[in-house]
Structures are given as structure tokens and as C-alpha cells.
């Protein structure tokens, strides 16, 4: 009777195990999917909340996303946990991915080479570069991002086919590198500011005008 016991304790162990480890491996799958993986054990199941950006969460269950990703982190508590869900680390909530992840990859910048990009982080930065011979060319589509740092004193704008460039929101630049701008016709900087531009080979012959506000 006792082996008897000892074997069904042995097996239950062992399934716990299988199942801990299951659990593991699917966490380390969704990360590597999503920005952002939090496992949540309750009444007896496994739930993860993911998201792929930084406002819009969902619920992974039993294979499959459940629940999209359209809700925010405080709608998932409210509506479908009673357990305490950890909060995001705060972070910039990028509107060009390849932008952020530039940013993600630049030592400089990202000091603790964790998902996220600080606005304590942007606003230390004076030199940022979206370009990387290391790395395949991105498309930056759009710089709004770039509002996040204010001190920025050089910038290299990187590959991109956008005809304006808005840059006023820098008025410390002292050097700024469009060659890569191919479709470039219009640089918007801040008064006062006056860097030493590196100008994209002229599109149709004229080359990018400039304008302050």
C-alpha cells in the first residue's frame, strides 16, 4: 500500500512538473512573439496577457488568443481577473516600429537592454542614428517620435521615402545626417536652430527647402 502511495505521489509529481514546464516553454514562446508576456495562474488554470505594443493587452488560453488585443491593462483586471496582475514597466509607446527598434538596439540609448524605451531615457539622449550597416535598411515611415527627445544634438534620420521631416521638436541639433532621405523636399526645424545638415542627393534636381516654427 505505502508503494503504492509513494507511485501515485511520484506520478502526480511528475505531471506538475511536465505541466510547470509546458507553462515555461509557452511563456518563452509568447515572448518572443510579443513585447510583453504575463503569466496569471487562477481558479486551477494558466492565462498569459500579452500585447505587442504598449496599450493594447489580450489573454492567451488554451493554445490561442482568447481574448484580442484591445483592451488595456486595467480593462483585463476588471473584467476577467481577481488575482493581481504586475503593471507594465512604463515606456514610449512608439508610432513607427522600425523607429523603436533602432532605438532598442542602440547601447546608448537602451543602457539596461530591456523592451522598453523610457521617456526618462529619450530625453537623456543627444545622439540617435536609425541607420545600421549592420542590419538590413528600414523604411522609417514616420518621425512624430521624435517628440520624446528634446536634447538630441546629433541625428541621423536613416532610410526613408518621407517628403517632409519634422524636426522643431529638437531645437539643440547641431548636426543632422538626411543622406538617406531619397524623397526629401521639405526639412521643418525649430527657430534658432541652425545644425550643420548632411543633405540627400537633390530630388529632381532641387534640393530640400527648410522652414521654422
Not at 488554470?45 to 493587452?57: A, L, P
Amino acid at each position: 500500500m505505502k508503494r503504492m502511495i509513494l507511485t501515485a505521489v511520484i506520478a502526480v509529481a511528475s505531471l506538475m512538473s511536465v505541466q510547470a514546464q509546458v507553462a515555461d516553454e509557452t511563456a518563452r514562446a509568447l515572448t518572443k512573439e510579443y513585447n510583453y508576456c504575463e503569466k496569471i495562474e487562477q481558479d486551477g488554470e494558466v492565462f498569459y496577457i500579452v500585447s505587442k505594443g504598449y496599450e493594447n493587452y489580450g489573454i492567451w488560453h488554451n493554445g490561442k488568443l482568447e481574448v484580442p488585443c484591445n483592451y488595456n491593462l486595467e480593462d483585463l483586471k476588471s473584467k476577467y481577473f481577481t488575482v493581481e496582475v504586475k503593471e507594465l514597466p512604463s515606456g514610449i509607446a512608439f508610432k513607427d516600429g522600425d523607429f523603436r527598434d533602432f532605438c532598442l538596439r542602440d547601447k546608448r540609448l537602451n543602457v539596461d537592454k530591456d523592451k522598453t524605451i523610457t521617456e526618462e531615457e529619450a530625453k537623456a539622449a543627444t545622439k540617435l542614428s536609425l541607420m545600421s550597416f549592420r542590419s538590413f535598411i528600414r523604411n522609417i515611415k514616420d518621425y512624430d517620435d521624435l517628440k520624446y527627445f528634446p536634447n538630441l544634438e546629433y541625428f541621423h534620420a536613416g532610410y526613408t521615402y518621407a517628403e517632409t521631416i519634422d524636426l522643431s521638436c529638437c531645437p539643440k541639433l547641431k548636426e543632422v545626417d538626411l543622406s538617406d532621405c531619397r524623397m526629401l523636399k521639405k526639412i521643418i526645424l525649430a527657430n534658432g536652430c541652425k545644425p550643420e545638415i548632411k543633405y540627400p542627393v537633390a530630388y529632381k534636381g532641387e534640393q530640400a527647402k527648410i522652414e521654422y516654427k
